[in-house]
């Protein structure tokens, strides 16, 4: 299966380097590339460095290039606009990857990608409703499908940071794949379990008692995954 491609684009190599790097652990099957720095090492950012990134991220399903700040954002998008499949991704630099790189795993488009990091910043730890990585809104609350009350169970999580970085990314990922809406809810909390950086803002940790509740056709399996990815601690 061929994914969107990512680049982080970065005055500074060493932060590029490290925004991937966070990235890769979310979504292990992602390309995602660094253009950090000048060609000779400083600060700064070089047209030919990104051009040769999103060649190199580019495998076949088209590339995001996310960036940090200033002239990085004009460097971006003068070599998207000579790329074939490349889209510019106006969200924060780390966040964003972080989201976008969950959504390509997910099997996202260019579009639905690029929507993810954009959106990162606008998710809340809060009751408020949250989008998913393809840009659909999770309620507050299911309501009920066609008559149907939402399923649900508690989990408690085993693991010792809890819902956090790679365990939240294992969620996400496995959540995207169920035609259901599912909600993890904590403390006064609920949130879209398709969201990689609104199950982190959460807080729950090892010890914690989350419930999820889910409503559409795969609303069972999805819940009997979740409560699965728990027992095996998320793969940690």
Do not use: C, W
């Amino acid at each position: 299966m061929s994914r969107v491609g990512l680049v982080v684009v970065s005055h500074s190599a060493g932060l590029a380097a490290g925004v991937v790097e966070v990235a890769a652990q979310m979504a292990p099957d992602v390309t995602a590339v660094a253009a950090g720095g000048t060609a000779d090492g400083g600060i700064g950012t070089d047209f030919d460095a990104v051009s040769a990134a999103i060649a190199q991220a580019d495998g076949g399903a088209g590339v995001v290039v996310l960036y940090d700040l200033g002239s990085a954002r004009m460097v971006a998008e003068m070599a998207v606009e000579t790329a074939d499949d490349a889209r510019l991704a106006d969200g924060p630099l780390v966040e964003g990857a972080v989201a976008a790189a969950v959504a390509a795993q997910g099997g996202a488009d260019v579009a639905e990608v690029a929507h993810a990091a954009e959106n990162a910043a606008g998710v809340p730890g809060s009751t408020a409703p949250v989008e998913n990585a393809a840009g659909s809104t999770a309620p507050e609350a299911e309501v009920p499908v066609a008559g149907t009350r939402p399923a649900e169970v508690t989990v408690t999580l085993t693991n010792e940071i809890g819902l956090h970085a790679r365990p939240a990314a294992v969620v996400a990922r496995a959540m995207t794949g169920f035609d259901a809406v599912v909600t993890v809810h904590f403390k006064d909390a609920a949130v879209d379990g398709r969201s990689v950086l609104a199950l982190m803002a959460l807080g729950a940790r090892g010890g914690d008692q989350v419930r999820v509740s889910a409503v559409g056709p795969q609303a069972e399996e999805a819940l009997r995954t979740f409560q699965e990815l728990a027992e095996g601690n998320f793969g940690e």
